[in-house]
């Protein structure tokens, strides 16, 4: 079985302040890994993704995420927060083969501090 | 770029009623696609998968009874909500894999329901 685990529900930084993101997963299997981000009342939209090759990941709006197998975790980061940052984010984890469905962390509520 | 389209956006329906909802892949072939339910200010909680043209597969705890997919093409999967009860009220998403490369997954806009 795959989990997932995002460390702090609720992360606030200031405007131009870095971002971090915490995410550990558990899988048996190499996993894929996933970050969205969801606006209220709106669907999940892909930031980035990890399937294999290179561990670091850009994704849009600049962020990023490295995946470290040695600490099972794919960590999102952003350089300089923007008012625009904020929003729920997901880390998800999938089997690639089988049912290759997705197990989403908890989720973190970022706010942005003008 | 890949686009799921899922309707209503919001509905109200009356206890003892059946809703349903409408994923589509406008742009892609989605083979597989995917039914969450997500309670305010919590994750997304898988309900079912559902490949085309076979019957859905539901996650445990989940009434196949009360939410009928179906999955009858590869650009359309519907959520119906049967009989539906005010514990009912929620935010479903759906999703859809493809469209994004082989290991892409493209969600719908979601669709809030309430059950009065």
């Known amino acids: 079985a795959q989990s997932v685990t995002q460390l702090g529900s609720h992360v606030s930084v200031s405007e131009g302040a870095l971002v971090l993101l915490r995410c550990n997963y558990s899988s048996s299997v190499p996993p894929y890994l996933f970050w969205y981000v969801q606006y209220p009342n709106q669907g999940l939209q892909l930031l980035l993704k990890y399937t294999t090759g290179a561990t670091l990941v850009k994704g849009i709006n600049g962020f990023e995420a490295e995946f470290k197998k040695s600490e099972t975790s794919f960590h999102l980061t952003k350089p300089s927060a923007h008012m625009s940052d904020a929003a729920e984010y997901f880390c998800?984890?999938?089997?690639?083969?089988?049912?290759?469905?997705?197990?989403f962390g908890q989720g973190t509520r970022l706010t942005i501090n003008p | 770029g890949a686009v799921v389209s899922q309707h209503p956006s919001w509905v109200i329906c009356k206890s003892g009623t059946s809703v349903k909802i409408e994923c589509r892949s406008l742009d892609f072939q989605a083979t597989t696609m995917f039914w969450y339910r997500q309670f305010p200010k919590q994750s997304l909680m898988l309900m079912a998968t559902s490949n085309e043209g076979s019957k859905a597969t539901y996650e445990q705890g989940v009434e196949k009874d009360k939410f009928l997919i179906n999955h009858a093409s590869l650009t359309l999967s519907t959520l119906t909500v049967t009989s539906a009860h005010p514990e009912d009220s929620s935010f479903y998403i759906c999703s859809a894999r493809g469209g994004q490369g082989n290991y892409g997954y493209t969600f719908g806009s979601g669709t809030r329901l309430t059950v009065v």
């Open positions: 998800a984890v999938s089997n690639p083969t089988g049912a290759q469905k997705l197990v």
